[in-house]
């Protein structure tokens, strides 16, 4: 099961707002879960749930006719996933992929890669840009160990994982890598040679690719 945490996005991408209105980021927020659900329709790896309450996530579920694991408390990422993780393993499922709701580029092959290197029994991570955070973890069985998200989730997640004594699969997927928290990340995406809903919303509010000057 391919799980999808989305918290309300009324309130959404809060770092982001130096350099956007609310209103801007709300709309920035949607057009990424709808990069990300296409791309886990196209992947067609395994079946997916959102665990949210956000009407326009239960919308875009509706829409990829993916299930709805309902998100009522909306009180953190890890708390949404440690409770979708609890029912997953009540029905008997025996593995979750957790992808956030901010990675746009992500394409429908890196989502098989994820599942061509999992594990009979381990799990498969994918750290962000920096190290620091996991954007995307795969555990096989479901509960294998506690995810815990934030900033610097990617080495607790790695510890957790290797003392299991199941196999632990450190990938690099730089489509994945790049979450959307702040100015400089949105940058980045407006660089990045893709035609995303995303990014044509970034350019569309006025933010331009980078130019090269040669020194």
Do not use: W
């Amino acid at each position: 099961m391919i799980l999808v945490p989305v918290k309300n996005l009324a309130n959404a991408k809060q770092r982001l707002a130096a350099v956007m209105e609310q209103a801007a980021r709300t709309e920035f927020a949607h057009a990424m879960l709808e990069d990300v659900l296409q791309a886990l329709a196209e992947s067609a790896a395994d079946q997916v749930s959102l665990v949210s309450a956000d009407p326009f996530a239960l919308e875009l579920a509706n829409h990829h006719r993916f299930a709805v694991i309902p998100d009522d408390s909306n009180l953190s990422e890890t708390a949404a996933i440690e409770m979708a993780t609890r029912l997953c393993e009540s029905r008997g499922i025996h593995s979750t992929l957790v992808i956030p709701a901010d990675i746009p580029l992500i394409e429908a092959e890196d989502i098989r890669a994820i599942y061509e290197r999992a594990p009979e029994k381990g799990t498969v991570l994918v750290p962000a840009a920096d190290q620091r955070g996991t954007n995307a973890a795969l555990r096989r069985p479901a509960a294998l160990f506690p995810l815990r998200f934030g900033n610097g989730s990617f080495v607790p997640h790695l510890l957790a994982a290797i003392a299991t004594h199941a196999t632990c699969v450190v990938l690099s997927l730089p489509r994945i890598a790049l979450d959307i928290d702040t100015p400089e990340d949105l940058q980045q995406l407006v660089n990045a040679g893709s035609e995303k809903r995303s990014q044509r919303l970034t350019r569309k509010l006025g933010f331009s690719a980078a130019v090269a000057v040669d020194a």
